[in-house]
């Protein structure tokens, strides 16, 4: 494979007009994604996208097939440029996402964070049916307070009632946290993965840029049209 092939397949082709053959210079390079650099440009490495086709092609039949199974796929992104992408992919094919701050415990101490999302749902069904009107208004206040740091919080998990089949994050090395809890809690990790990223515990790395909008922004949209079309198998079987 070279920089701009000339008999590149399509999915590789969309890729490097995305410009997820960006990588960073050497030094930044984590020594397990060494198999993944073709080469280098103007002191940046290249990714190889062909194998980097491979290993989406592998996520994909991955959590297509956790969603047959009746599981969640967890999307997750604290960082600014994708931490909107992750949420619109996430809510695209309905399932849960923490885009902003990982809460810790989110996994390991699950029975806890399920608590608090109990109590947001209880406050915002509370609040709807006007059945909060019975307290002052400074209360009102606080109670209002407290449900929009709930819903900051753990809005995007509400519909997680149980531990997910897997997590897909955006950045391994920037979620490192939710990361070493999934594979604490025993969940399979799917990861869009730059150059600077530990691939070793990753069970599905996505090796290509995680920096840039258009490039997440294509891998996260995959992911979500995966999960879409597995959710269309299992509808179209019952």
């Not at 307070?145 to 149980?162: E, H, P, T, W, Y």
Request: charged share 25%.
């Amino acid at each position: 494979m070279s920089a701009t092939p000339a008999n590149k397949k399509p999915t590789v082709d969309a890729m490097f007009k995305v410009g997820a053959h960006y990588g960073f210079v050497k030094s930044r390079r984590h020594p397990t994604v060494k198999p993944f650099i073709f080469g280098m440009k103007n002191n940046v490495e290249i990714f190889d996208l062909e194998k980097t086709e491979v290993q989406l092609e592998a996520a994909i039949a991955f959590v297509q097939q956790i969603v047959a199974s009746g599981r969640q796929v967890l999307f997750a992104s604290g960082k600014s440029e994708s931490k909107n992408i992750v949420q619109r992919g996430a809510e695209a094919c309905g399932m849960p996402f923490v885009s902003g701050r990982w809460v810790g415990g989110t996994f390991t101490n699950y029975d806890l964070i399920r608590r608090r999302v109990e109590k947001l749902l209880d406050l915002t069904s509370q609040k709807e049916k006007g059945e909060l009107n019975k307290y002052t208004k400074k209360e009102r206040l606080l109670i209002d307070r407290d449900i929009a740091r709930l819903q900051n919080l753990f809005g995007g998990i509400v519909s997680m009632k149980s531990l997910p089949g897997a997590l897909f994050v955006v950045d391994a090395k920037k979620e490192h946290i939710a990361v070493a809890e999934a594979l604490d809690a025993g969940i399979p990790v799917v990861a869009l993965t730059g150059a600077d990223n530990d691939i070793s515990t990753i069970k599905h790395p996505i090796v290509a840029n995680d920096a840039s909008v258009e490039s997440v922004t294509f891998f996260v949209n995959k992911i979500s049209e995966a999960i879409q079309g597995a959710k269309k198998v299992v509808a179209d079987t019952k």
